[in-house]
Nanobody, 124 residues
């Protein structure tokens, strides 16, 4: 079992920055992948970014490449999502997720554990 707790959401103006944190506890091993997804009102939950815990290989959705950076601090069992140049269309509830690395990373089904979500609102 892995427990995930997100923090760091809030309200920011377009062009601003936020950093989300996801603290993991429980059975966190080097073979897992951790990701960030987001869900806007009336839309599906979509992939944003992911990082393989052991190798630190990262993956990004095209819509956030060059603006968002995912990273992790092993000693803290924490994953971060640094979000720069935020746009109103980035407004959503952001979820942290974790799962065993099986070769894929962008689908909801690739992850077994989910956090409760944190709201990010970008005003124009």
């Amino acid at each position: 079992q892995v427990q995930l707790v997100e923090s760091g959401g809030g309200l920011v103006q377009a062009g601003g920055s936020l950093r989300l944190s996801c603290a993991a506890s429980g059975r966190v091993s080097s073979s897992i992948i951790m990701g960030w997804f987001r869900q806007a009102p009336g839309k599906e939950r979509d992939f944003v970014a992911a990082i393989r815990w052991g190798s630190r290989i990262t993956y990004y959705a095209d819509s956030v490449k060059g603006r968002f950076t995912i990273s992790r601090v092993n000693a803290k069992n924490t994953v971060y999502l640094q979000m720069n140049s935020l746009k109103p269309e980035d407004t959503a509830v952001y979820y942290c997720a974790a799962g065993p690395w099986v070769g894929s990373y962008s689908a909801n089904r690739d992850y077994n554990y989910w956090g409760q979500g944190t709201q990010v609102t970008v005003s124009s």
